[in-house]
């Protein structure tokens, strides 16, 4: 069944704010599992529902291992959005993946160790499908939106998400290269697995702004992450703006619709009433 489009867009390090919402307002969303990083700026591009999060709260007080994932994709799924894209900086382990390109990412190797990375538990036991982890309409939109703004792209990237705060050892940087792996960041775990939980699909656009450490003798260090990100901040609006305008008038179901329609196992009559309250937004769809 064809719907309107609500779009759920969260920035990344350096991208706090989005200028040119209509009838924009930041509206503090309160959720059962604590406090979003910041409010939600609520706004629309033509007829377009826009609702933005800056990850990291605005001027940046949160950590990669900090970020309560949970409460951010809760936060945007009660704010009505029916799709995510979420922005980040990231480093590259590719060679052709240079500073200021745009990456679409198509898979994911979790290495967080230490985060909340599920909704769901005892009372309500699920497990959802990662196998595409994206949603390949998304990120096909993404990827032409960059082409459009005259952005270089890089499509079908394995992203590394580690744990952080600090950046990778050399000998990690190169294991991750063999792994497979063509970017890396800090953000994207939980983030993914949380929007598919929420039946929210996914995409994920990241900015390149330094080779990690794999090459020999360089390292990456937060002032040449900022500044790749305020030469490229522009660019990046300007495709948030420019895939919004390209949506189709109106959206078509997507199969992430109903991801948790084969996920869940627990049997009804074990259902934990306490569980289902919290997952009033989550998993409202399913249970009424
Ligand atoms: C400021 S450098 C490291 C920092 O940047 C990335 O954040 P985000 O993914 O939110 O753009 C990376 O994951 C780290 O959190
Ligand atoms: N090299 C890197 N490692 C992890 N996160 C990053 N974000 C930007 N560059 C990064």
Sequence with gaps: MASE?????????GL????????????????????????VLCGRIGDVKVRFLPRHGRGHP???GELNSRANIDALK??????????????????????????VVEQFIDRTVSR????????????????DPVCPRLSEMAGKAI????????????YLAMEGPQFSTRAESLMYRQWGADVIGMTAMPEAKLAREAELPYALVGMATDYDCWREGEQVDVAQVVAQMQSNGELARDTIVKFIENLPKKRAASPIDTALDDAVITAPDEHEPA???????????LLG
């Excluded at 489009?5 to 390090?13: A, E, F, H, L, R």
């Excluded at 919402?21 to 503090?28: F, G, M, N, V, Y």
């Excluded at 909340?116 to 196998?131: D, L, R």
């Excluded at 082409?147 to 394995?158: E, M, S």
């Design 116 to 131: 909340e990375s599920t909704f769901f538990g005892t009372g309500f036991v699920t497990h959802v499908s990662m196998a």
């Design 62 to 64: 949160v950590s990669p």
């Design 5 to 13: 489009w609500c779009i759920g867009i969260i920035g990344g390090s």
């Design 16 to 39: 706090y704010d989005i200028e040119g919402l209509e009838d924009e307002q930041w509206i503090a969303i309160e959720t059962p599992w604590g406090e979003p990083s910041d409010e």
């Design 147 to 158: 082409a459009a703004c005259k952005g270089k792209v890089a499509v079908g990237a394995t």
């Design 78 to 103: 009660r704010a009505g959005c029916t799709d995510i894209l979420a922005i980040s900086a990231i480093g590259s382990l590719r060679e052709q993946i240079e500073p200021g390109r745009f990456v």
């Design 275 to 285: 569980m289902l309250a919290k997952l009033d937004a989550v998993a409202g769809r």
